[in-house]
Each structure stands twice: as C-alpha cells, then as structure tokens.
C-alpha cells in the first residue's frame, strides 16, 4: 500500500513541476517576441505618444509620470513658444483668443536646445506681428498658415515630421462657415511615404499635433527630398475641398543641430494641368447582330502633372449609361509615373436597347493614389448628344458597325 502511494505523490510533483516550466517556457517566448522592432516604414504618434517602436511597450506610452511632467514644466522657460496642450477645446483646437506678441527682447533669450535659428525657417517676432496685424480683407485673401516642426535622429535613422496646426484656414462650407480640415503629407519624388492627419470638426485654426517618424531615410539623402503637404476639408457628401499646399525642399536646410519649428503660409494649389488634360486612343466597335458594344482602351498621351512629383499612376474607368443611368462600369490597370500609358485592354458591354440612340459611354482618367481619394484628371463622353470628335467617333460606329474604328480625343475637365 505504501509503494502506490509514493509513487502518486511523485507523479503529483512531477506533473506540477512540467506544467510549471511550459508555463515558463511560454512567458520567456511571448517576452522575447515583444522586445523586437517591430518592421515600421514610419509610426504615427498623436499628441507626444513616444515615436520610436522600442519604447511604445514601455510604461511611458501615454506619457510621462506627473512628476516628471511638472518638472518638464517649471524647466521650460516661460517666453518659450510651444504648444499648450491643457488649453485645448474638446476638439483639440486652441480658443481662438489673440495671441499676446512678445518682444523682441524676450525671443532673443531662448535657448537654442528648443529651435533651431533660421532667418526665414523659424518663428521671428515680425512673422508673429504679420500673422496678427492682418486686416479682415487680408485674411479673406490669405489660406492661412502652416506650423510644423523637422528633426532627424542619427542614432535611429529616422527622419521626424511634426505637424502642429494650421491657422486661419478659409471657410469650406457656405452654410455653416466652416471647414473640416486635415493634411496628407508626402516625400517626394518617389511618393513612397503617403501619411494623413485626422479630420477635426468645424474648426478654422485646427491644432493636429500628429508626429509621423520615417525609418531608413540616410541623413545624407535629406537634402534630396522635397516634403508636400496638402490642406483639405473633409466632405461627405461629395470630393473633399482642396484648401491649398505647402511645398519644402529640404535642401539647404540643416537638421544636424535639432529640431526645427517651422511656419510655411498656404498657397493655393497649383492647377497647371488645367490647361490641358492630354488625349485618350479609344476604338469602338457596334455588333448589331449580337446587339454588343466593344471598347477598346489603347492609349493616353500628355497626361498632366497630377502633383508637384512630375508624374501620375493613370489608370482609365469606363461607365456605359442608358437614358443617363449608369448600368455597366469597368476600369483598366494602372500604369505607373508614366505622362504616356498604354493600356490595350478590351471591355464588351451588352446594349439593354436596339440601336445606340439612348446609349452614352464615359471615360474617366484618373490617378491613382494609395490611402486617399483618387483625384481625376480628365473626362471623355461619346455619344448621340457629345459634341466635337465625340459626337462623330459615335456616329461612324452607328454606321459602320462591324467595323472596329478608333480615334484619338481631347480629355475635359473632370
């Protein structure tokens, strides 16, 4: 009887003792696996979220202890121009009280650990006095301005955008005589770093404080870049508004010393495609006896610049309309940075009616743009009632049909 009790309370310990080590087996995995870099482009921080991946596990990750932030605030000095994040509305705006100006005297004595000197770069006492001197004619003509800092990190490798906020945006909405602004930011020429703020409500001086931190980014290619920023307001119903852009070539600004505040005033965007839209190669063909229409998307040619980075990534949407209701839609493939796509894809449309009287097909240019709307940059209708080489490609195919015919035409405004 004593042998089969021992061994039950053996067997007991051993199974307690490997229960215990898998367990711990288990943790040691799991804390291995949360102290890796995890494989970030860039991390997005909203108001002074740490911006390195290591530190986002640490305790600090919503900020600091409360100790540590009163010493943060007694150390600063009290003419320093920063941000006051406890004087915010509950949409994150500042109150749109008047700025008390500050003297010269006062704004010699900061020290250069906070912003670095630039005679047009940074924050002087005559931008102040411009930005709060201006008359209510003045303001209607301005798009406002834009607050951001720069920063490069050696140690990371890290290139650091901080966009701060925006004042004195003009008002979008007629009715309610405001806007829903945000920003989307890109690093040309390649455009491979797209990023976007949030949207805030009904506000004119929207106050973002949204850091976007870009890995991988040698220091010495710094100055090769050009930074984009593009103020909107959000619509729901219909495109968002474009407020305007901000343009930054980094050349010739020095980052080697620490952080930059910088404040660059909106101007409106730059619409040089408007005078041209480039040209579409379409072939169409009418089948009477199969009561078919075919499409054939060739070519473009002389696209527009559809932003600062030179090229587009057009691709061509194509809409058939019955009695001018939408009943069939296709799209080709993007090409990408290219002014010249050539496309050669073939679409077949079934005709709900005999004949092409109330038959109407569009064609709709656009660029394609990862992570936000895809903007148009030119429009092309065929039919009955278009006009100029539309009108007549359509009424060729009515006459000939069998026959495959294509023609080059004019791209409109979208």
Same mark, same amino acid.
Do not use: W
């Given at each position: 009887d004593e042998i089969p009790t021992v061994v039950g309370i053996f067997s007991a310990f051993g199974l307690v003792f490997s229960v215990s080590l898998f367990a711990w087996i288990c943790c040691q995995r799991k804390s291995s696996k949360s102290n890796k870099t995890p494989p970030y482009k860039f991390v997005h921080v909203l108001k002074g979220v740490d911006i390195y991946p290591e530190n986002l596990n640490s305790k600090k990750k919503f900020g600091a202890d409360d100790k540590s932030e009163s010493k943060n605030k007694s150390s600063m000095p009290k003419n320093s121009l920063h941000l006051d994040l406890e004087k915010r509305d509950l949409n994150g705006n500042f109150p749109k009280a008047t700025p008390k100006i500050q003297s010269s005297s006062d704004l010699e004595n900061l020290s250069p650990k906070h912003f670095a000197e =630039?005679?047009?770069? &940074?924050? *002087?006492?005559? +931008?102040? =006095? +411009?930005?709060? @001197?201006? @008359? *209510?004619?003045? =303001?209607?003509?301005? !798009?406002?301005?834009? $607050?951001? *800092?720069? %920063?490069?990190?050696? #140690?990371?490798?890290? /290139?650091?955008?901080?966009?701060? %906020?925006?004042?004195?945006?003009?008002?979008?909405?007629?009715? *309610?005589?405001?806007?829903?602004?945000?920003?989307?930011?890109?690093? !040309?020429? #390649?455009?491979?770093?797209?990023?976007?703020?949030?949207?805030?409500?009904?506000?004119?001086?929207?106050? $973002?404080?949204?850091? $976007?931190? /870009?890995?991988?980014?040698?220091? &010495?290619?710094?100055?090769? !870049?050009?930074?984009?920023?593009?103020?909107?307001?959000?619509?729901? $119903?219909?495109?968002?508004?474009?407020?305007?852009?901000?343009?930054?070539? !980094?050349?010739?600004?020095?980052? +080697?010393?620490?952080?930059?505040?910088?404040?660059? #005033?909106?101007?409106?965007?730059?619409?040089? =495609? @408007?005078?041209?839209?480039?040209?579409l190669l379409i072939s169409l063909c009418y089948q009477s006896t199969t009561n078919t229409l075919t499409v054939v998307v060739l070519k473009a040619r002389h696209l527009p610049k559809s932003d600062v980075s030179g090229l587009s990534d057009p691709y061509v949407k194509v809409n058939l309309y019955h009695a001018k209701k939408r009943i069939s839609k296709k799209k080709t493939h993007v090409k990408k940075c290219t002014p010249n796509a050539v496309f050669n894809e073939l679409f077949v449309f079934d005709i709900p009616c005999e004949g092409l009287d109330d038959i109407s097909i569009e064609f709709l240019v656009l660029d394609s743009d990862r992570g936000s709307r895809n903007e148009v940059i030119g429009r092309l209708t065929l039919g009955c009632s278009a006009e100029g080489t539309g009108g007549e490609h359509w009424k060729e195919i009515c006459e000939y049909p069998r026959r495959q015919i294509a023609k080059w035409h004019m791209l409109c405004d979208g």
């Open positions: =630039k005679k047009k770069d &940074s924050v *002087s006492p005559d +931008s102040l =006095k +411009s930005i709060t @001197s201006l @008359s *209510s004619e003045d =303001k209607q003509d301005k !798009l406002g301005t834009l $607050f951001f *800092s720069l %920063e490069y990190n050696f #140690e990371k490798k890290a /290139f650091v955008v901080n966009i701060k %906020e925006a004042r004195g945006l003009p008002a979008m909405d007629e009715q *309610s005589m405001t806007s829903d602004p945000y920003i989307k930011m890109t690093i !040309l020429p #390649e455009k491979k770093h797209k990023v976007k703020t949030r949207v805030l409500r009904k506000t004119l001086d929207p106050a $973002f404080d949204e850091t $976007f931190t /870009f890995y991988g980014i040698p220091y &010495s290619q710094i100055q090769d !870049l050009t930074l984009h920023f593009t103020i909107l307001s959000f619509d729901r $119903f219909s495109r968002d508004d474009v407020i305007g852009e901000v343009l930054i070539p !980094l050349a010739g600004i020095e980052l +080697s010393e620490g952080r930059l505040l910088m404040d660059r #005033e909106i101007i409106k965007r730059n619409v040089r =495609k @408007s005078s041209g839209r480039g040209e």
